[in-house]
C-alpha cells in the first residue's frame, strides 16, 4: 500500500510543467518554487511511510502547500496595523504618524536622487546638515540647530563632545532610564564623561549644583522627567536657574527634554506646556529633544543651541555613525514645515491631532463605528462607554484623557480569543481587555479603518 502510494505521487517534472505552477515561478522565482516543491514532496512521503496519510495529494493540492507557504514567505515581518489601544504615542506600535506632506517628502527623494549633500546654488558639495538647521532655528530661537538618529544618540554625542573625561553634575532626581532600559547614567558612561550625583531623589537645590562644582566640572546637566512624575515634596531647579549658574561659574548648560514640544499645549487642557522655546529663552547652551513622540515627525534626535557648541557636534567622528539618512531629513523638515502655519498644525500633525480631539468629536467617531458593527447579526454585542486614552511615549506621564470606546462581547467566544483574531488578522487589530471586554479606543483608530475591523470580527465568526 505505502509503496504503491510513494509511486503515485505526482513527479516533479509534471509539476514543473503545470500552467497554474509556471505562473508562480513567474512571481516567486524559479530556484524558489523548486526548493518548495522538493519539500512539499518530502513531506507526502514521510507522511505516507509514518501511516499519517492513506491518499495521493492532487497537484493542486500540492500547488496551494507551495503557493501559501511562498506567500507567508514573502510577507513583510514589519506591517501596518490598527492603534486601538488609545495610547497615541504607542512605543511598541511605531509612535508617532508622520503627516500627508511628511510621507510625501519621503517618497519623492526615495524616488530618485537627491541633494542631500550637494549644494545646488554653489554647484559644490554641500552639508546634509544645513536643510534642517534654518528651520530650527526658526522655530525654536535657537542659533544652530543638528539632528541624530534618536535622543539618546543626541544625549550620547554632546556629552561626549563637551564633557569627554570630564565631570557632569546631575540631580539624582533626573536619572532617569528610558523606554528600552536605556539609562542616562550608562549613557553619559558611553560617552567617556563622568556623572556626579547631587541633591535627592525628591528635592534638588540651586546650591547643591554650586556646591559640586569642581575644576574637572565641564557640563550642569538637567533631564525632563518626560516618562515620570515625582509628586509631594518635591523641588527641581528652573532651566533659567541652572542658565544663570552655568554663566557664573562659565560652566556649559544641557537639558535634556526627552520628548520635545513646539507649541503650548496647556491650551488643549493639558498641564505640560514646557516648550522648546522655552527652554531656548531660559538661556540653557545645549538642548536635546525627539523627532518623534510629541513633535510628530520621525524617530530622530534634535540638538538646537549656542552655535558654537553645535558647529564643534557636526565635527565630532560620532557624528558620522549618528547621522540621518535622506528619508529621515525629508520626513523631519516636512514636519516641522507644518508648524509654521499654527493654524492647522493641530490639524495635520496626527499626534496632535488625536491628543486634541474633543470629548464631542470622539463620541461621533464611537457612534459611527458601532453602527457599522451592528450590522454584524450573529453572535456579537457591541456597546459604547466612556473610558482613559493616554499620550504615551514617555510624555506626559500621568495625563490621562477622556475617550469613548466600543465594548465588544460575545455569546461563544471568550474576551481573549477575540483579542487574539483581531491581532493575528492579516492587518492586525491591536485592542485592550477590560472586565472580560474587548475594548476598541475610538482616539486611535482612524475612518478608514473601521471596514477593516468590522472584516475582521466577521471572518473570525464565519471561522
Known amino acids: ?172 532626581g533626573e536619572l532617569v532610564e528610558i523606554g528600552g532600559s536605556f539609562r542616562v547614567p550608562e549613557i553619559m558612561e558611553l560617552s567617556g564623561s563622568f556623572l556626579k550625583e547631587v541633591g535627592t531623589t525628591n528635592r534638588t537645590h540651586l546650591s547643591d549644583y554650586e556646591n559640586a562644582i569642581g575644576d574637572n566640572t565641564s557640563l550642569l546637566l538637567k533631564v525632563h522627567s518626560s516618562n515620570f512624575k515625582i509628586i509631594g515634596f518635591t523641588k527641581e531647579v528652573s532651566s533659567e536657574e541652572l542658565a544663570s549658574l552655568g554663566k557664573k561659574h562659565n560652566i556649559i548648560t544641557m537639558e535634556d527634554l526627552g520628548s520635545g514640544i513646539l507649541v503650548d499645549l496647556s491650551e488643549e487642557g493639558f498641564s505640560e506646556s514646557k516648550t522648546v522655546m522655552d527652554v531656548v529663552k531660559s538661556g540653557i547652551d545645549i538642548i536635546t529633544f525627539s523627532g518623534d513622540k510629541l513633535l510628530g515627525g520621525p524617530q530622530a534626535g534634535i540638538i538646537v543651541g549656542k552655535k558654537e557648541y553645535i558647529e564643534r557636534l557636526k565635527k565630532n567622528q560620532l ?18 514645515m507644518e508648524y509654521l502655519n499654527k493654524e492647522s498644525v493641530m490639524k495635520e500633525i496626527p499626534t496632535l491631532n488625536m491628543i486634541s480631539l474633543t470629548k464631542e468629536e470622539l463620541k461621533k467617531k464611537a457612534l459611527e463605528l458601532k453602527s457599522m458593527l451592528d450590522s454584524i447579526e450573529l453572535d456579537y454585542s457591541f456597546s459604547i462607554s466612556e473610558n482613559t486614552s493616554f499620550v504615551g511615549g514617555g510624555s506626559m506621564p500621568g495625563e ?36 472580560g471586554k474587548v475594548l476598541l479606543d475610538v482616539r486611535t483608530i482612524k475612518e478608514d479603518e473601521y471596514e477593516t475591523i468590522l472584516k475582521a470580527l466577521e471572518e473570525r465568526i464565519n471561522k
Not at 557624528?319 to 516641522?336: G, P
Not at 475617550?403 to 492587518?427: F, G, H, M, P
Open 1 to 172: 500500500m505505502k509503496n504503491e502510494l510513494l509511486r503515485n505521487l505526482p513527479k516533479m517534472d509534471l509539476l514543473i510543467n503545470d500552467q497554474k505552477v509556471k505562473n508562480l515561478i513567474g512571481i516567486f522565482g524559479r530556484e524558489s518554487i523548486l526548493k518548495e516543491l522538493r519539500e512539499t514532496l518530502d513531506f507526502y512521503r514521510r507522511a505516507i511511510l509514518n501511516e499519517e496519510k492513506d491518499s495521493v495529494p492532487t497537484i493542486e493540492e500540492i500547488r496551494g502547500k507551495v503557493e501559501n507557504k511562498l506567500s507567508i514567505k514573502k510577507e513583510p515581518s514589519i506591517k501596518r496595523v490598527i492603534n486601538a489601544t488609545g495610547i497615541v504615542i504607542h512605543t511598541n506600535l511605531g509612535r508617532s504618524l508622520l503627516s500627508e506632506n511628511s510621507i510625501k517628502a519621503m517618497i519623492n527623494v526615495a524616488r530618485g536622487y537627491s541633494n542631500l549633500e550637494y549644494n545646488l546654488k554653489d554647484g559644490k558639495r554641500g552639508s546634509r546638515h544645513d536643510h534642517i538647521s534654518n528651520i530650527l532655528k526658526e522655530l525654536t530661537g535657537a542659533e544652530d540647530a543638528v539632528v541624530v538618529n534618536n535622543n539618546a544618540a543626541a544625549v550620547m554625542l554632546v556629552l561626549n563632545e563637551l564633557s569627554k573625561n570630564k565631570e557632569v553634575i546631575v540631580s539624582r
Open 319 to 336: 557624528m558620522r555613525a549618528l547621522r540621518v539618512d535622506k528619508i529621515t531629513l525629508a520626513a523631519l523638515e516636512a514636519t516641522l
Open 400 to 435: 490621562e484623557i477622556t475617550s469613548y470606546v466600543i465594548e465588544i462581547v460575545s455569546k461563544s467566544l471568550e474576551a481573549n480569543e477575540i483579542e487574539k483574531s483581531l491581532r493575528e488578522y492579516k492587518t492586525p487589530i491591536i485592542s485592550r481587555i477590560n472586565k
